[in-house]
């Protein structure tokens, strides 16, 4: 194991090897300086589409995770395979010594989250959970909009995740059902909760509406095992603002909702997603000039209010990138450090947005309001 305290670069192993590990993890821990991709685990590389060992012949390779995990110069575990696993791999390799960081959706429950959370204090490791689109540009250019005032008291905040996708997904996400972390709710309602979170905290209330929007029901009394692939959920917080966090799958536009925020002195609204998924699978390096940046077209649209109640609209181009490579430099500075401190997403923080999900959740199902302690 390497020492921290040293010039030398931590080893980083990955569990998994699908489009999580080659998309949104392995190109930006060969990129950050703190780190050295050191060995993958991919059960199964002869049946797979992908192959470990053949696209990483330079680093250690293992089918099993007791060998894996039982490395001694392993220093950081990534985990990057579905969510139903998260809980067990991130407890054995914390057993083992060892710095985790996980795929969102952290794990599947708040309680699940709260020993982790234990496990890792206790054994003096850190834990980070990849919530990668806190560093979108159009979230980090909304984060500069509200942080300088420019809207003033924001009382309305939507944000989107919407496609037009008739087709279920034929993987796992197409199958695997919510309570092990599976369905919209988890998996694109914990980018956008967690990024609503991030911006104003944890709310007072919700009420939520989960939806199969390609088979026509909603959760509820008639329809109590539903696993939605839509989400409507509105957030309620002290000060009069509510946050409506939205996803779809039949949304027929051509520029998809993004951000809508009204406020007392201005609104903001955006459509389209960040650039960096798409750049990433098709191959664009993260150190290309081009990487995270949208063409013109794409820019919000800033509406102010003048001193006469006149309105001003006006372009608004996103701010300077600092793109999915930011978490990585990030979390290696704080493992160098060995601070939990410095974790950019504390796995404390993902626990608090699970207890969000499951407020949605309870909402949906029971049709009503549920207030958060």
């Known amino acids: 194991m390497a020492d921290p305290t040293t010039s030398s670069r931590l080893n980083v192993g990955v569990v998994g090897y699908g489009m999580s590990a080659t998309i949104f ?10 780190l050295k991709l050191h060995s993958i685990l991919q059960r199964n590389p002869g049946q797979s589409a992908l192959s470990a060992p053949h696209d990483h012949p330079e680093v250690k390779h293992f089918t099993s995770l007791d060998q894996f995990l039982a490395d001694p110069d392993l220093d950081v575990v990534v985990i990057s395979t579905p969510p139903q696993t998260h809980f067990s791999f991130a407890q054995q390799a914390l057993q083992a010594g060892k710095h985790v960081l996980v795929e969102k959706p952290f794990v599947p429950s708040a309680a699940e989250a709260d020993a982790l ?25 909304v984060r500069a909009l509200l942080g300088a005032g420019t809207l003033g008291r924001v009382v309305e905040f939507e944000t989107h995740f919407d496609r037009f996708r008739l087709e279920k997904p ?32 944890a709310p007072r209330g919700v009420f939520g509406t989960l939806a199969s929007q390609r088979d026509g029901f909603l959760l509820g009394p008639r329809n109590p095992d539903l696993e939605p692939d839509s989400v409507t959920a509105q957030l309620f917080y ?28 201005g609104s903001y609204r955006k459509a389209g997603l960040d650039t960096q998924e798409p750049q990433l699978k098709t191959g664009m390096k993260t150190s290309d000039a081009g990487f995270g940046r949208e063409a013109p077209e794409w820019n919000g649209t800033l509406t102010l209010v003048g001193d006469d109640g006149s309105m001003r609209e006006q372009d608004w181009p996103n701010v300077e990138p600092e793109t999915y490579s930011r978490i990585y430099e990030l979390f290696g500075e704080a493992l160098v450090r060995n601070n939990g401190q410095d974790v950019p997403v504390p796995a404390s923080q993902a626990r608090d947005v699970l207890r969000i999900i499951e407020a949605v959740k309870e909402s949906a199902r029971q049709q009503r309001l549920v207030e958060l302690s």
């Open 25 to 34: 993890h392995i190109p930006f821990i060969t990129t950050t300086s703190t």
């Open 117 to 141: 959370i234990e496990l890792a204090e206790e054994k003096g490791r850190l834990i980070c959970v990849y919530q990668n689109r806190r560093w979108d540009s159009d979230f980090l250019t």
């Open 170 to 201: 034929t993987n796992w996400k197409g199958s695997l059902g919510m309570d092990r972390g599976g369905s919209a709710l988890y998996d694109l309602g914990t980018h956008l909760i967690d990024q609503v979170y991030v911006l104003f905290g």
């Open 238 to 265: 002290d000060d009069g603002l509510v946050a409506f966090v939205r996803i779809g799958v039949v949304s027929a536009e051509a520029r998809q909702p993004r951000f809508w925020i009204r406020g007392t002195k």
